[in-house]
Every structure is written in C-alpha cells, then in structure tokens.
C-alpha cells in the first residue's frame, strides 16, 4: 500500500484558496499511484478560527467538497475540515473513497485549555468510528482524541488494521525540557506496540497568529518501531510504501489481543 502524507499548511479563513491547493495535493499524489492521501486536522479551513467559525465551515449538502469526492475514484483520501450541521459547526475528519463518503468523523474531545478554544466554537461529537476500507479496518481520531486512554482502549478493541490521527498541534517544550514532538512520538509508539497497527500521524505544518504548528509527521509500524519522521515545521508531500501483512504478522504476537477476559473486567 502506497500512502501519501500531506504536511499541509493551510492559510486561515481561506476556504477556496485552500481546497484547490488541497486538489493540487491530491493530484500530485495520484500522479505517483498513491492509494491514500491523509490531511492534517482542519485542512480546509486553519485552526485558530475564533469568529471566522461560520465563514469558514463546510455544508455537506453544498457542493464545496464535490471535485476532491470525485477525485475519490481514483484515490482514497482522509480529509480534516470544519463543517456546519443543523447550524452548529463541528471539528470533523472524512474519509472518501470510490466516489463517497465512507465515514464522517466528529471531533469528540475539543481542547479548552491554554491556547485552545475548540469548545467555545464547535460542538462535540459523540462517538469513535471504525470504518471498513479497501485497505483494511481504520479508525481516525482527530489530534486531542489521541491523548485519551479511553480512546485507546477502544482502537485496541476494535480489531482495527490502521489507525489515522490528523492534527493541527502547535509546537512547545515543556518545563521538563521535553519538547511536543516527544509527546506523539510516545502516543503512537504506544497505539502501534498495544494494538498491532499501523499508526499514521499527520501534523499540519506553518505559523497562524503567532502559533508554530511543527510538521514532524509520524509513521510507526504494527510493532512500534517510527518508520518515517516528516520535516520540522514545512510543508511537503511525503510517499511511503506500507506493508499491509506486517499486521497480521504483529496481531499474532500480540499478548493482549489473546486474552479473552481483556476488555470485560
């Protein structure tokens, strides 16, 4: 399986700049027989949207979205956008495929602390998702998500070949000196080493209102080893050649997925 990761740096507020910048991603990638592009979370949009929420969130009845869904047809593609429902706007992921729309993700964990605001702006979801692919079972957490041990243990249950997490998270160093990349490197080392997936992790790159979101991308194979690092804060378009049969290979080694009691107690 070929996927291509999308670093994108997307520009605040600039819907239509960004979805054919978006295409253009797509297109390249299709060009180099990818299977799969993955944007970062918010990729249609930015992050620090405040009272750009409205201007900027996506109506899936309009037909905003319909020449990337058409490009679908020719690759898969897991998509970050804001999107307005029922009038309220959610921190939602897509994943297309074959012309449609295979899942439609709603943020369920919105960050309200520090520089955070998700929750003054979006309404929160209310449920994880696995979705069968082509490529297997796929579960997609969008950034904050990933932090939860709940949602942990749910990726570990869910049978679950590739886990997604799309992210838009800004770059610090901790007191401890431990810096935001140290961080997700420890959160899919250990969604990869528990669950025997491929954990693929796409950070949006470029400074917004002062704000670095750093890039450094994360692929680690089903037995948690890091298998690719993107660039520090740019942006680029990254192919990567996954194989698929490293999973069943690491779920058969797997202690807990052997363990009929696990998740019951």
Same mark, same amino acid.
Request: hydrophobic share 40%; glycine share 6%; with cysteine.
């Given at each position: ?20 910048? +978006? ?14 592009? +993955? ?5 249609? =949009? ?7 929420? !409205? ?13 990337? &869904?058409?490009?679908?047809? $020719? ?51 209310? %449920? #994880?998702? %696995? %979705? ?26 869910? *049978?679950?070949? #590739? ?5 838009? =998270?800004?770059?610090? &160093?901790?007191?401890? *000196? ?13 969604? =990869? !080493?528990?669950?025997?997936? $491929? ?16 890039? =450094? ?27 698929? !049969?490293?999973?069943?290979?690491? *779920? ?12 019951? &107690?």
């Amino acid at each position: 399986m070929k996927i291509a990761i999308a670093q994108f740096k997307p520009k605040l507020g600039k819907v239509k700049e960004n979805l054919e910048r +978006i295409e253009i991603f797509i297109d390249e990638a299709i060009n180099k027989k990818s299977d799969l592009i +993955i944007f970062p979370e918010l990729a249609t =949009s930015g992050y620090a949207l405040r009272d750009l929420v !409205s201007y900027a969130s996506i109506n899936l009845q309009n037909k905003d979205l319909s020449n990337i &869904i058409q490009k679908s047809n $020719f690759i898969d593609i897991v998509l970050g956008y804001a999107q307005k429902e029922d009038n309220l706007y959610y921190n939602s992921a897509l994943y297309l495929s074959e012309g449609l729309i295979l899942t439609n993700r709603k943020k369920v964990y919105l960050p309200d602390y520090g520089m955070f605001e998700e929750a003054r702006y979006f309404a929160k979801g209310d %449920t #994880l998702e %696995t %979705t069968q692919t082509k490529f297997g079972k796929v579960n997609i957490l969008i950034c904050e998500e990933a932090f939860h041990l709940s949602v942990h243990h749910f990726v570990e249950q869910s *049978k679950s070949d #590739l886990t997604i997490i799309i992210s838009a =998270s800004p770059y610090w &160093i901790y007191e401890n *000196k431990a810096d935001k990349t140290k961080i997700w490197d420890n959160i899919c080392n250990n969604i =990869s !080493s528990l669950s025997g997936n $491929f954990v693929i992790y796409v950070n949006r790159a470029g400074f917004e209102d002062g704000v670095g979101f750093f890039g =450094s991308s994360l692929v680690y194979n089903p037995f948690g080893a890091c298998i690719f690092k993107g660039d520090f804060l740019k942006e680029n378009l990254y192919i990567l050649d996954l194989e698929l !049969s490293d999973i069943a290979h690491a *779920k058969e080694f797997m202690p807990l997925l052997k363990d009929k009691s696990y998740g019951s &107690i």
